[in-house]
C-alpha cells in the first residue's frame, strides 16, 4: 500500500518547505501569527483532503506535480529572500517604525 504513495515523497519534502517560505514571509510582511497559524492549518486539512481523495487520478501525473512544486518552492524562495533583503535594509537605514 505505501508504495503507490512514494512517487509522492519529494512532493511532500516540498510542500514542507514551501509552508516554512510561506511562514517566513508571512514573518517579513508582519502578519499576526495567530491568523498565519490557522490558515496554515486549514490549508493543511484541504490538501490532505485532495491528496485522498485524488491520489489514484493524480499517480499518473506524479512526476509533473513533483515539478511545479518544486518550482513553486524556487519561486517562493526567491520571493522570501527578496522581502527579507527589503526589510533588513529598511531596518539598517531606520526606516522601519515596526
Do not use: D
Not at 72 to 84: R, S, T, Y
Amino acid at each position: 500500500m505505501l508504495e503507490q504513495f512514494l512517487p509522492f515523497v519529494g512532493l511532500i519534502i516540498f510542500g514542507n518547505i514551501e509552508n516554512l517560505i510561506l511562514a517566513s514571509q508571512g514573518v517579513v510582511q508582519g502578519a499576526n501569527p495567530k491568523i498565519l497559524g490557522g490558515l496554515s492549518i486549514i490549508c493543511v486539512i484541504i490538501w490532505l483532503t485532495i491528496g485522498t481523495v485524488a491520489t489514484e487520478v493524480a499517480i499518473q501525473y506524479a512526476n509533473y506535480i513533483t515539478f511545479i512544486g518544486g518550482l513553486a518552492i524556487v519561486i517562493l524562495g526567491v520571493q522570501a529572500i527578496h522581502g527579507a533583503v527589503q526589510n533588513i535594509e529598511k531596518t539598517k537605514r531606520g526606516e522601519n517604525n515596526g
